[in-house]
């Protein structure tokens, strides 16, 4: 049986938000949305339903497809370390790195010859030096940008990306940047999906979590967390999986978040898997 008919319909003509993950969950591995689930957000809209995305990508490699979709509602990007709408006229959150702690990054990148590079809302910063970056860094839909110095970029940096193939030495940074040589960072370590052997450092400001990151998008809409869907697939999910959001785990999701959801998918993120819990939720607005 087919999981979302178990929904209790009530528990849908509650939501009032439905915030997408991208990659994974919104998307198709090819890049696009299925036409089942475009037109049901359209439809959605005309219910009065916001939507959102809520995404590890760059606030301006989400912006054309809210255009796409014709939300207008801010968006979550970088895991919550920046909120804004797509005309970039309202923005609900921004959480900048202290200039003191982009420095230090920068040393430590030099000292130990790994890749380094400085995310801000529209685009990648890297150096000559860093050249590898735009090929090694999975940030799909980012903007890079070579710059001769790192010196005019430091200010509204909202995150810093380091790579390499050295796992000891990514690790040995991964300690330097965080508690207690360093405050108020959120720091994340993992492997390359895509590049093998490669090894990602990812530096935030405390608080930058795609949770932290609906938090204040339902209370920039005067919305609870009970008002909100959220759908995703992947571990920077789970943060958002832990609200009491009503939680949509796709197909194609990680284990971890699969338990934690209040409904699974049948179908994946290629199969247009997010249309069955669309269609759930429109017929139940309709039978108010």
Not at 106 to 115: C, D, P, R, S
Request: hydrophobic share 40%.
């Amino acid at each position: 049986m087919n999981p979302v008919k178990k929904i209790n319909p009530e528990k849908l003509k509650q939501i009032k938000l439905v915030l997408f993950d991208v990659d994974g969950t919104l998307l198709s591995d090819e890049g696009t949305i299925g036409e089942k689930s475009f037109t049901l957000i359209k439809e959605l809209m005309k219910s009065d339903i916001k939507i959102s995305l809520a995404s590890g990508r760059l606030h301006s490699a989400l912006v054309e497809i809210a255009n796409s979709i014709g939300t207008s509602t801010p968006l979550i990007s970088l895991d919550g370390a920046l909120i804004k709408n797509g005309k970039g006229d309202i923005i609900v959150h921004k959480s900048a790195l202290r200039k003191s702690i982009v420095n230090k990054s920068i040393e430590l990148a030099e000292k130990y010859f790994v890749n380094i590079a400085l995310c801000h809302s529209e685009a990648i910063y890297y150096t000559e030096n860093n050249s590898l970056i735009p090929m090694i860094l999975d940030k799909f839909g980012a903007l890079y940008k070579e710059v001769e110095s790192y010196n005019n970029f430091k200010d509204n940096t909202l995150e810093i990306v380091f790579a390499g193939d050295n796992r000891r030495t990514m690790e040995y940074l991964r300690d330097r940047l965080s508690f207690p040589f360093v405050f108020g960072t959120s720091v994340s370590f993992f492997r390359s999906h895509s590049h093998d052997n490669i090894y990602y450092l990812e530096i935030k400001k405390s608080g930058s979590t795609k949770a932290d990151g609906l938090m204040r998008l339902l209370k920039h809409l005067r919305l609870k967390p009970e008002d909100a869907m959220v759908i995703g697939d992947w571990y920077n999910d789970i943060p958002m999986f832990e609200t009491k959001a009503f939680k949509v785990a796709m197909a194609n999701a990680v284990p971890e978040l699969k338990r934690m959801a209040d409904c699974v998918l049948t179908k994946t993120n290629n199969e247009d898997g997010i249309s069955e819990i669309l269609e759930a939720l429109l017929n139940a607005k309709r039978k108010k």
